[in-house]
């Protein structure tokens, strides 16, 4: 497994609570140990603050420790340092002073402007704006092609105080037009060429370099808090959006970033991006303040038309932005391009194992509405496999990891991204109610924090991986579901007027989809599970529907999805009639327990009560223990009601009811359970005695007078007691089958090993990992490992065909009460068992039959699950630190965990049931007053 969690529950002399000891137990391949220590002290925080306040609301538990919330919230947000604030303008002009020769601009065909000749054009530029009434507060839209006229034209626009609108003349005509008319700006500059593009009645200056010998405008006071400019991104109604940005937002980044990247007069960086992505601003502004030359072509040299490696290798570039999407198509880069930013993709770690050795490779994050970028990577380096960070939070940048509460989630945990600090834009031009929805206020500083709507998560060095969208995807049984498609295919139902589907987790664990449903005409929920089951994948046909007047709505005319009710599992389970038969009450009270209720009707559905696959094995254990009747999952999913079930038990149903558990007669040859064939399979495929994948061990500290010889007998009266350990799996023509072995032959010996306490360790892993050869040697052994004149380590390793991790717990404790006895002189006084694990597995082939009769139970039921799990995932996808391996190598740690007795005792008032699910090969007896096992398995 791929983490565990082994508890264990100690009484004092007097039975009363002496506290929880246990360990979690990982696989090294998916997690760190800083990971999983992480767990265990929340685990116990969270418990601790439970017990002592069993009233308080769960947002109330404190899941970080002081430590933990220092860190994410003020550690690694602390990014101040001292920027230049002012206007673009200015800060261009002043790095124009001071190096007015140098090259700004490199264009198509070699064509260069210096520092002094893009400040004077600029200039005039401002002055043609001024005299068509530009001024401060205005916005300019910008269609013209890449050219070295553009820059001169943006920085034009800043210094008259408007803000640009850059449209790239390469979009559709229609979005063009939307962004032109939604910006509504008070002058358009175009060509000849892009002025067909324009929507009629806008104000339209067609460019021409010649224009740029205009007087030079007046000075126009600018705020750093004034918009700089407008970049439109994609929008959720179809429409994109405009984001308008301030003067000190790219003021702030690109300070930081040519320091960041040593940025300077001896640069040029590639202006790639499309002019209508914020990426262009960035290549822009970090080349044009910092003193570099910022390279200019033409668009058909540039990918997916032109050569990236060309560009670079003959234009001499030393800075490129670039997305994964390209990078992945470059088959080579000049050795002149000392930096790469990765930015607006997930980027995989094979274009970092191929392009970071020999350059600085840096991962950027950040959306349109942060300015740009938000984090950034430290140089990545060559590591071969996980995924690549996203980095730290930008100088003067904060960067927050909350769930649904805002409140911060622990280390290695999902949260949504916010981001904090001047980079903040403006808000959407003209749509306050969405700037208001994505633009919130932050609970940790004051001020204003926006809602990017991804996901990310810290890891334990204060970067930050990013984990996709937090969009309206939900998770159920592991699978990832859109509600919006299942609500379209119900809503095709002739008798649904309206239609919502949510997923609900109304009971802690246990989420599920639920429909609620305003009918057009009768609507009978059987009629429309089925309707959906006909054409959906069943994990996508909700567990419950609700059936409503009307949908709730937001003032706004909204569906207010918080509003909706939970289900009446109350209600529904006391429609119908109640139960008549005996067998009919007792059903009803097992599915009650089951399902937590208090009463259910003969006629409720266990499905439309809220049950599920999970709850249904519980049923059939609850059936099987309490009615000592058989029922199959498959029979339930068909007759979901306590009446159909009765009828089922009662026989009044042909074949289906089945008999009880019960010891059965030998025959001479004893076949395995389909457990024990799969055991028996993977350990002829390891290698007869060489895989230890499945040993488990475990390791008991004796102190004190050993008696060797009572011991010794105690593990033969263990090993009297149950028939699996003593069953070795000889084979005949490659078939194996179970031979019980009696007397002297079935007992482990007890073999004593004289070893240092430094090296017991050691010892201890190089006994665990002997394998078994199971068709010979007994599935269990003994070492008594000495390690002082009274103190031993008693070392029991089993294979997983005999037991498994609870019953390992039981064969410890049953080894402890036969010592005691046999130190008294007696045999240790247990009742026989009523059943051993052979008879389950002749129980079982007599339940299921044979898998070569095409008619039999498991020839059914594995034809059942092949079609269920049809295209299910392979593979459960849980957030590891690491991805899967392609080849495990089975290596585990462990990381313990204490609960204090005092907390203890306040949850053990509590009375919060416990669930546990196993399956013994070695049967349970009950737990001694001196402790029970817990294990919770992922």
Not at 120 to 135: E, H, I, K, N, P
Not at 597 to 608: C, Y
């Amino acid at each position: 497994m791929d983490l565990a969690l082994d508890l264990a529950e100690h009484r004092d002399g007097d039975g009363n609570p002496g506290g929880l000891d246990g360990a979690f137990l990982y696989a090294t391949d998916l997690f760190d140990q800083r990971t999983v220590e992480g767990l265990a002290e929340r685990l116990v925080r969270v418990l601790e603050q439970v017990a002592s306040d069993p009233a308080a609301r769960v947002s109330e538990v404190a899941v970080l420790g002081p430590g933990e919330r220092g860190r994410v919230l003020e550690e690694w947000n602390a990014t101040e340092r001292e920027v230049p604030v002012r206007p673009l303008g200015e800060l261009f002009d002043e790095r124009a002073g001071l190096s007015p020769g140098a090259v700004a601009v490199v264009g198509a065909g070699g064509e260069e402007w210096s520092y002094g000749e893009l400040r004077d054009r600029s200039d005039r530029v401002a002055g043609v704006l001024a005299a068509r009434g530009v001024g401060r507060g205005d916005l300019v839209a910008v269609v013209l092609e890449r050219s070295v006229d553009v820059v001169a034209v943006l920085l034009g626009i800043a210094k008259a105080g408007a803000g640009f609108v850059p449209v790239d003349p390469a979009y559709p005509a229609e979005r063009v037009g939307w962004m032109v008319e939604d910006s509504a700006p008070a002058l358009v500059i175009c060509s000849e060429e892009t002025r067909q593009l324009v929507p009629d009645g806008a104000e339209c200056l067609v460019w021409v370099p010649s224009d740029a010998v205009a007087e030079p405008g007046p000075a126009v006071p600018v705020d750093v808090d004034d918009v700089a400019y407008v970049i439109y991104t994609s929008g959720s109604t179809g429409r994109p959006k405009g984001v308008a940005v301030t003067h000190r937002g790219i003021g702030n980044l690109a300070s930081a970033q040519i320091e960041r990247f040593a940025v300077g007069a001896d640069a040029r960086v590639l202006q790639l991006a499309s002019l209508s992505f914020d990426a262009s601003v960035w290549e822009l502004f970090m080349a044009l303040l910092s003193g570099a030359a910022l390279v200019m072509v033409d668009s058909d040299r540039l990918p997916p038309n032109g050569s990236l490696s060309e560009v670079v290798a003959e234009l001499g570039v030393t800075h490129v932005t670039v997305s994964p999407s390209v990078l992945a198509t470059v088959e080579e880069l000049p050795e002149s391009l000392g930096t790469v930013v990765v930015a607006s993709e997930v980027c995989p770690p094979g274009l970092v194992e191929r392009w970071a050795p020999g350059r600085r490779v840096v991962n950027a994050y950040g959306p349109t509405e942060v300015t740009v970028c938000a984090t950034m990577s430290e140089p990545l380096e060559a590591s071969g496999s996980g995924p690549v960070p996203i980095g730290r939070p930008n100088p003067n940048t904060a960067v927050y990891v909350l769930d649904e509460r805002f409140h911060p989630v622990p280390v290695g945990v999902l949260g949504e991204l916010y981001v904090a600090g001047p980079g903040l834009a403006r808000g959407y031009l003209g749509r306050p109610g969405l700037t208001a929805e994505r633009f919130v206020a932050c609970p940790f500083t004051g001020g204003r924090m926006y809602r990017t709507g991804d996901l990310a998560k810290w890891t334990a060095e204060g970067q930050l991986i990013f984990g996709g969208r937090a969009d309206d995807q939900v998770k159920v049984r592991g699978f990832r579901v859109e509600p919006g498609e299942i609500e379209t295919a119900l809503a095709a139902h002739e008798g649904v007027g309206q239609v919502a589907v949510i997923a609900r987790e109304d009971r802690a664990g246990d989420k599920r989809l639920v429909a609620y449903v305003v009918p057009d005409g009768p609507a009978d929920v059987t009629q429309l599970r089925a309707f959906l089951a006909g054409r959906l994948p069943d994990y996508m046909v909700p567990a419950v529907f609700v059936t409503l007047g009307a949908l709730p709505v937001t003032v706004n005319g909204k569906l207010d999805r918080a509003a909706l009710p939970a289900p009446d599992f109350i209600g529904a389970a006391m429609a119908g009639r109640g139960p008549e038969t005996p067998t009919e009450e007792r059903l009803c009270a097992l599915f009650a327990e089951v399902l937590g209720l208090d009463e259910v009707g003969a006629e409720a559905s266990f499905f439309e009560l809220g049950g599920d696959s999970i709850l249904v094995m519980k049923l059939i254990a609850q059936i099987r223990a309490v009615l000592g009747a058989e029922v199959s999952i498959r029979a339930l999913f068909t007759a979901p009601t306590v009446a159909d079930v009765a009828r089922l038990l009662d026989g009044t149903e042909d074949g289906t009811a089945q008999q009880a558990l019960t010891a059965r007669p030998r025959p001479e040859v004893l076949p395995l359970s389909y457990a024990q064939q799969r055991m028996w399979f993977l350990n002829r495929l390891e290698g007869v005695g060489d895989g230890a994948v499945y040993n488990l061990p475990l390791a008991l500290r004796l102190s004190g007078e050993l008696d060797r010889v009572a011991l010794e007998a105690a593990l033969g009266d263990v090993a009297d007691r149950h028939e699996s350990l003593r069953t070795v799996f000889p084979e005949t023509d490659g078939e194996p089958r179970q031979h019980v072995l009696t007397g002297e032959a079935g007992r482990p010996p007890l073999i004593v090993v004289e070893t240092a306490e430094e090296h017991l360790r050691e010892v201890l892993g190089g006994y665990a990992a002997r394998g078994f050869d199971l068709s010979v040697d007994l599935p269990w052994r003994a070492r008594l490992l000495k390690t002082g004149p009274s103190d031993y380590v008693l070392l029991i390793v089993a294979h997983h065909i005999a037991v498994d991790g609870w019953s390992m717990g039981v064969l410890g404790r049953e080894i402890g009460v036969a010592y005691a006895a046999r130190r008294a002189g007696r045999a240790p006084g247990w009742e026989p068992l009523p059943v051993q694990y052979a008879d389950y597995a002749l129980w079982q082939r007599e339940v299921l039959g044979d898998l070569e009769d095409p008619d039999s139970v498991i020839s059914g039921q594995l034809g059942y699950w092949r079609d269920a799990l049809a295209g299910a995932p392979e593979e459960l996808v849980l957030p590891t630190d690491r991805p899967r391996p392609v080849v495990s190598s089975f290596r585990g740690r462990s990381v313990p965990v204490r609960v204090s007795p005092q907390a203890h005792a306040r949850l053990v008032a509590l009375e919060v049931p416990v669930a546990i699910t196993a399956e013994n090969p070695m049967p349970s007896s009950r737990s001694s007053p001196n402790g029970v096992g817990r294990r919770c398995s992922w």
